[in-house]
């Protein structure tokens, strides 16, 4: 090989590298730059449910209201869209009749929310949100066998307010309705939300 030829080997070389260097730092920024819009939280809240679904056809009266959990992973498209998914545990209900052993029922569910969002200031926004569920709630009854468990698939909508509180943390509180076959659920959560 010529001297020549080995300058030309050398350059080739030399550019070959220097384009797979650009490469992968373009390839590193995309992904970091992604990574900056995902988002993790978790809420806590109160639920209210209607009768029919929580109690069934069992004839009790209920204590309707109870203390909510909640767990989310989301991303962030741009200041006016994101998706989310996650699970919320809306609590254990307790149904209740004079002279009666104690009934409990437990409704949870996993969903997917779309989220559209409008800054008012640097750091508030409104939202909007529908959701898609899948529900259930398992119950049990002591003395007199297990209660009728309830499945299904239904959607939510809901309306809130999140406020940042510089580039990582923020708040967002919301509330939402799910609807679970023909009967409703409302609740209120404040959620903490860690983004990345």
């Given at each position: 090989?010529?001297?020549?030829?080995?300058?030309?080997?050398?350059?080739?070389?030399?550019?070959?590298?220097?384009?797979?260097?650009?490469?992968?730092?373009?390839?590193?920024?995309?992904?970091?730059?992604?990574?900056?819009?995902?988002?993790?939280?978790?809420?806590?809240?109160?639920?209210?449910?209607?009768?029919?679904?929580?109690?069934?056809?069992?004839?009790?009266s209920c204590?309707?209201?109870?203390?909510?959990?909640?767990?989310?992973?989301?991303?962030?498209?741009?200041?006016?869209?994101?998706?989310?998914?996650?699970?919320?545990?809306?609590?254990?209900?307790?149904?209740?009749?004079?002279?009666?052993?104690?009934?409990?029922?437990?409704?949870?569910?996993?969903?997917?929310?779309?989220?559209?969002?409008?800054?008012?200031?640097k750091w508030?926004?409104?939202?909007?949100?529908?959701?898609?569920?899948?529900?259930?709630?398992?119950?049990?009854?002591?003395?007199?066998?297990?209660?009728?468990?309830?499945?299904?698939y239904d959607?939510?909508?809901?309306?809130?307010?999140?406020?940042?509180?510089?580039?990582?943390?923020?708040?967002?509180?919301?509330?939402?309705?799910?609807?679970?076959?023909?009967?409703?659920?409302?609740?209120?959560?404040?959620?903490?939300?860690?983004?990345?």
């Amino acid at each position: 090989m010529s001297f020549r030829n080995n300058h030309s080997f050398i350059a080739l070389l030399m550019l070959s590298l220097f384009a797979f260097y650009g490469s992968v730092t373009a390839a590193e920024k995309l992904i970091n730059d992604a990574w900056d819009d995902f988002y993790l939280g978790f809420g806590v809240g109160q639920s209210q449910f209607d009768k029919a679904t929580v109690c069934g056809d069992v004839g009790r009266s209920c204590d309707l209201t109870e203390h909510s959990q909640k767990l989310f992973a989301g991303y962030e498209f741009n200041s006016f869209f994101s998706t989310e998914f996650g699970y919320m545990r809306y609590g254990e209900f307790e149904l209740l009749q004079a002279g009666a052993d104690k009934a409990m029922t437990e409704v949870d569910a996993l969903f997917i929310n779309s989220f559209l969002s409008y800054p008012i200031y640097k750091w508030i926004s409104v939202f909007g949100k529908l959701g898609y569920n899948k529900w259930s709630s398992d119950g049990s009854l002591s003395n007199e066998g297990v209660f009728a468990d309830n499945k299904g698939y239904d959607v939510s909508y809901g309306l809130g307010m999140s406020f940042s509180f510089g580039k990582d943390i923020g708040i967002r509180t919301e509330w939402e309705r799910l609807s679970l076959d023909n009967d409703d659920s409302d609740s209120l959560t404040g959620s903490l939300v860690f983004s990345f």
